[in-house]
């Protein structure tokens, strides 16, 4: 059950577009369309931002979107707001009924 | 609505029972979760129970220490957790699953080991 890789910190302008990235092995990520997204304000609990890899929950909005190649799978974030920082972590099923989460990316709007 | 309770001080190798009250959805409809975070590190998935309490799964670290339950009649999940260890210490959130995401989270409640 190792974590899945993400980078430690992104950074943009607003009104940029940035990219998260997120890298397992062959049992989560590249195996099952169940990768979710988060978002995590200091001193609040994460927020669901993406859930089976592209699917948005009703009131995020449209800036953030998911997608996945292979292992590999991406959050984008475009037209980045100040109210984007925030902490971004990724998490997949994994075979045998297990969870993951990456480590986190720390998003700064520059 | 989530929230959690039970978290505390507690020493080493003792027992805590974390709960979790649930409110404003059929509680017994979702499968449910706990993730734990130390103190300014990431997310971490701890196990998860389905809906009706047959079956659970956990992280490696939890299993044989930690037991995830529920009493669906008093919409209520639980983590008990025996010989705790220092590095238990975290917030542990309750989370309901949504399709493979966790859509409802619960403030989290600070578990601190330390004698």
């Known amino acids: 059950q190792s974590a899945l890789t993400q980078p430690p910190s992104a950074s943009g302008s607003p009104g940029q577009s940035v990219t998260i990235s997120c890298t397992g092995g062959?049992?989560?990520?590249?195996?099952?369309?169940?990768v979710s997204w988060y978002q995590q304000r200091p001193g609040e609990a994460p927020k669901l931002i993406i859930y089976?890899?592209?699917k948005r929950p009703s009131g995020v909005p449209a800036r953030f979107s998911g997608s996945k190649s292979g292992g590999t799978a991406s959050l984008t974030v475009s037209g980045l707001q100040a109210e984007d920082e925030a902490d971004y972590y990724c998490?997949?099923?994994?075979?045998?009924?297990?969870?993951?989460f990456g480590g986190g990316t720390t998003l700064t709007v520059l | 609505q989530l929230l959690e309770s039970g978290g505390g001080l507690v020493q080493p190798g003792e027992s805590l029972r974390l709960s979790c009250a649930a409110s404003?959805?059929?509680?017994?409809?979702?499968?449910m979760y706990w993730v734990r975070q130390a103190p300014g590190k990431g997310l971490v998935w701890v196990a998860r129970?389905?809906?009706?309490?047959?079956?659970?799964t956990y992280a490696d670290f939890a299993r044989g220490r930690f037991t995830i339950s529920r009493d669906n009649s008093k919409n209520t999940l639980y983590l008990q957790m025996n010989s705790v260890r220092a590095e238990d210490s975290a917030v542990y959130f309750c989370?309901?699953?949504?399709?493979?995401?966790?859509?409802?989270w619960g403030q989290g409640t600070t578990v601190t080991v330390s004698s």
């Open positions: 989370a309901r699953d949504m399709a493979h995401g966790l859509d409802v």
């Open positions: 404003g959805f059929t509680f017994s409809h979702h499968w």
């Open positions: 129970l389905n809906n009706d309490g047959s079956s659970t």
């Open positions: 062959g049992a989560d990520v590249a195996s099952y369309d169940f």
């Open positions: 089976e890899v592209i």
């Open positions: 998490a997949s099923f994994v075979a045998g009924d297990y969870w993951v």
